[in-house]
């Protein structure tokens, strides 16, 4: 099928679209995860858990770079719980190339003892169904995980995800109305997490690390709901 | 799988009572953290609801309320809240909201008590909270503080001890000592190392070079090894100077390795510990009346410094300091005014030499200038006498300000003629301070009521006290006038607020703890040992009157005496640090130099001193004039 058009809101009632999906696939991990369906529409953030994610990869582009390490936080709008994070390194398919390892931080020593990406796979798959995922720019975090998928489970992934920069992007884009230019690439993921968390006051962290970075977005999700959404808000109004 | 928050795991392990615990406790309790966002000016906990965390403040600021809604306690980063909930009935005591956006670490009360359980750091850093941590703080600093009984020996050591081989010959030792400039060198055999690591072996002192070598017509070529002692008496580094001097004497030996993890480290002798005696302030006071000129009383005071350093590093309560520095500071005067009647001749009337402020209330420190005042005998005929009496004061002053007493600004000096009055034109000028006051004009003469006789007919002193006190205590509008002064000088809460709201690691503020600090309790407590005719000079003693009249709500005096005694410790402390640095000492105390023991604890005395004055406020009507 094709892919959704991400920047439209109106289209996908997800509930309905998760169902569909669990009768059309045909792997049983992916079936299980989409049985395991998601909220209605309206369902009030204050009634939703969430699942902040991250991964770190050699690149952006999901049909050349490989995902290192993944990093994971359940939370809802009162807390974020350490106790319920998970973080994985993973061997990478493609060569570590010099600059990511520079940028990441992350040697091959790490790496080595890492498990493989099909057996992550399978336990991200368990951690997310059923809750809502959170991201900051969803592209990298959909698009790895859609494409690793495929090369794996012979079927891709989708499902409705919380976008904290789409948010802040929709918020500049409000306040300054006719100047939309954050559609352009963006110099690099972290920088644009710490501006955006240096609005609401959130300390800054240091960069590049996949469970720092989903700790970093749960913050700022809860955040940003207290500023520009209420408990009451419904979920549609978030999630792409 | 092991989780790694190695963020926030870095975090918390920066602030106590986290600092305290070890690695796997670190880890057990991050991963029981849930992490919460609050909005500026937001609820965080509410009067009696129930409370199961502690709260930890990750960034951000945190206002902490009394039941009646006064601010407590404003809490920035790495501070904590709530453990008074948790250790009591599990009810929130005193509700808390976010000043700004804030985030916080909340941790489970199931870790909370346990941790209390199994670290003792924690527990106490937990369960003692404000006055009860003030007090404790004040009582740790003065547990032990019997002078030469709480310095260690490794202060003594001031030059690297010497150590030769035993097949050296002696020539070659006494050569080294020589060099040196040294009385004893150690004597090490590296083939008979023990299994610490420790192979030395004996020691050798001049004694043993002229008994055993040159009374004994010994070969100097002859090995070290013959002659050494190897009856070796040591002392670990951490030990007491007492127990030098103990050990020294039972063994009759007057050289002592100090060793650190079994190794020599130095070499004490008895002169050091004879040196060390020799600037306790009492040989000081001493000294000063052996002086026989002003310049030579000058050349003295530049050692004053030393002697105030030993005292605070010998961890003297501030009570014990600020007695013997004004001490020494009277003795400065009594000094100066021998010599000025030696020079001027005997006086032509009696009178009384006085010392005002902190000198009076056996409260001075090291940087401070002098204020003092004559009273003369009725009798006093300016034609006649006049002339000797501003030579008198002149002589004095002047000798003061060459030994550091700089003069005093507001010119409260003996030189000042407005200050050289009669006993009966002292007691008019405080009945019409007394009993027609006004606050402008009492602003700048509160230090006229401490004052103490220091020369002369001291007895006109307490005279004038006791007549102060007869007048002051019934007139409330007098009382009123100084409470309403006393309270222009705010502790500065805010401090703490701006000093966290500096960003960039720099902080180019700082406070003044006289003038913010001491001062303004100082001058509380006066109000309150005038009301009841307390006839104590010393604020510590006035308050101790003051606790026994039951003029205060109860604990609040015990309170007020901790938080004296602790802003100045933390005074005296870093006017002994800027000295060691080399630096002016001042009365100032910047944040980059507190530690956080001292930030907290300044903290809660700034809070009980503007509680206390809060009372003034009330107690005396302050605000009806």
């Known amino acids: 099928m094709s892919m959704p058009n991400f920047t439209n809101r109106e289209i996908l009632n997800w509930q309905a679209f998760l169902q569909m999906k669990s009768q059309l696939s045909k792997d049983s991990r992916l079936q299980n995860f989409y049985d395991r369906g998601t909220y209605h529409d309206e369902t009030k953030l204050s009634d939703i858990e969430f699942v902040a994610l991250d991964f770190e990869t050699t690149g952006l582009d999901a049909s050349k770079n490989s995902i290192i390490s993944i990093g994971l936080v359940h939370f809802n709008l009162q807390r974020i719980f350490c106790r319920k994070a998970k973080s994985w390194y993973i061997d990478p398919q493609d060569n570590l190339k010099e600059d990511s390892i520079v940028i990441h931080g992350i040697t091959h020593s790490d790496l080595n003892k890492a498990p493989d990406l099909l057996h992550v796979l399978e336990q991200l798959l368990d951690e997310l169904a059923g809750k809502v995922v959170v991201v900051h720019y969803r592209l990298i975090e959909r698009d790895f995980l859609d494409s690793n998928l495929r090369a794996l489970f012979k079927e891709g992934i989708i499902f409705p995800m919380v976008d904290t920069m789409q948010i802040e992007a929709d918020l500049q884009h409000k306040k300054r109305q006719g100047i939309t230019n954050w559609f352009k690439p963006k110099p690099t993921q972290s920088i644009r997490l710490a501006k955006s968390r240096s609005r609401y006051n959130l300390p800054t962290y240091p960069p590049h690390d996949a469970l720092t970075d989903a700790i970093a977005t749960a913050e700022l999700l809860q955040a940003q709901i207290k500023y520009h959404f209420s408990p009451e808000t419904a979920i549609k109004k978030l999630w792409l | ?400 300000a060459a030994c550091g007493y700089s003069y005093c600004t507001g010119d409260i000096m003996a030189t000042n003629p407005e200050w050289r009055k009669t006993q009966a034109q002292w007691e008019d000028c405080f009945a019409d301070w007394i009993d027609d006051p006004n606050p402008q004009a009492l602003l700048n003469c509160s230090i006229f009521f401490d004052l103490t006789g220091v020369y002369g007919r001291a007895k006109w002193a307490e005279q004038l006290n006791a007549f102060i006190l007869r007048r002051a205590k019934k007139n409330n509008r007098f009382l009123a006038c100084l409470a309403r002064n006393a309270l222009n000088r705010k502790p500065p809460l805010g401090f703490f607020k701006d000093f966290v709201m500096e960003k960039d690691g720099r902080h180019n503020n700082s406070i003044n703890l006289k003038r913010r600090g001491t001062a303004p309790l100082a001058d509380l407590i006066r109000i309150h040992a005038l009301a009841i005719g307390s006839q104590s000079q010393n604020s510590f003693q006035r308050l101790e009157d003051i606790i026994e009249a039951g003029i205060l709500p109860k604990s609040k005096g015990q309170d007020l005496l901790h938080a004296m005694e602790l802003i100045s410790l933390v005074r005296l402390r870093h006017q002994a640090l800027d000295i060691e640095f080399d630096r002016e000492p001042d009365n100032n105390i910047e944040p980059e130099n507190m530690s956080d023991f001292e930030r907290r604890n300044l903290k809660d005395a700034f809070l009980v001193l503007s509680s206390a004055q809060s009372f003034l406020k009330y107690r005396y009507n302050a605000n009806m004039l």
């Open chain 2, 1 to 400: 799988m092991e989780v790694e928050l190695l963020e926030i795991q870095d975090f918390i392990r920066q602030y106590p009572p986290f600092d305290k615990l070890p690695e796997d406790a670190l880890v057990e309790i991050t991963q029981s953290i849930e992490i919460s966002y609050f909005r500026a000016e937001s609820t965080i906990i509410e009067v009696n609801a129930k409370i199961n965390e502690l709260y930890m403040v990750r960034s951000g600021i945190v206002e902490v309320y009394r039941r009646n809604g006064d601010l407590y306690n404003r809490l920035d980063q790495g501070k904590l809240f709530g453990q008074m909930g948790l250790l009591t009935s599990n009810k929130v005591r005193f509700p808390a909201k976010s000043l700004k956006d804030t985030l916080l670490y909340c941790m489970p009360e199931e870790i909370f008590h346990r941790f209390c359980d199994r670290y003792e750091a924690f527990a106490d850093f937990v369960e003692v909270e404000d006055s009860t941590r003030l007090k404790q703080a004040v009582e740790n600093n003065n547990n032990d503080a019997n002078s030469l009984t709480t310095s260690k020996v490794k202060t003594l050591i001031s030059r690297d001890v010497v150590i030769m081989p035993t097949h050296s010959t002696i020539q070659a030792v006494a050569q080294k000592m020589a060099e040196e400039n040294i009385s004893a060198a150690l004597i090490n055999d590296p083939e008979l190392t023990d299994d610490q690591g420790n192979s030395f072996v004996g020691i050798v002192t001049e004694k043993d070079l002229c008994a055993k070598v040159i009374a004994a017509g010994l070969s100097v070529d002859t090995p070290v090894s013959e002659v050494m002692s190897t009856e070796l008496i040591s002392l670990d580094h951490n030990a007491y100077i007492f127990e030098a001097m103990l050990l020294m004497l039972r063994f009759n030996v007057h050289h002592l390795p100090i060793l650190k993890n079994k190794q020599p480290i130095g070499l004490i002798e008895v002169g050091d510990i004879i040196r060390y005696e020799s600037q306790n302030s009492l040989l000081f006071v001493s000294g000063i009346f052996q002086q026989q000129s002003p310049e030579d009383l000058a050349l003295l005071s530049t050692q004053l410094k030393d002697c105030f350093i030993r005292m605070v590093n010998e961890d003297a309560n501030s009570h014990m300091v600020g007695r013997a520095m004004s001490e020494i500071g009277r003795s400065f005067k009594q000094r100066l005014l021998e010599l000025a009647e030696l020079e001027l001749g005997d006086p032509p009337i009696p009178y009384c030499f006085l010392a005002l402020g902190s000198m009076a209330r056996d409260e001075q420190l090291i940087v401070t200038d002098q204020d003092n005042a004559i009273i003369l005998d009725n009798s006093y005929d300016e034609a006649l006498h006049g002339e000797y009496f501003i030579k008198l004061s002149k002589f004095v002053c002047d000798g003061l």
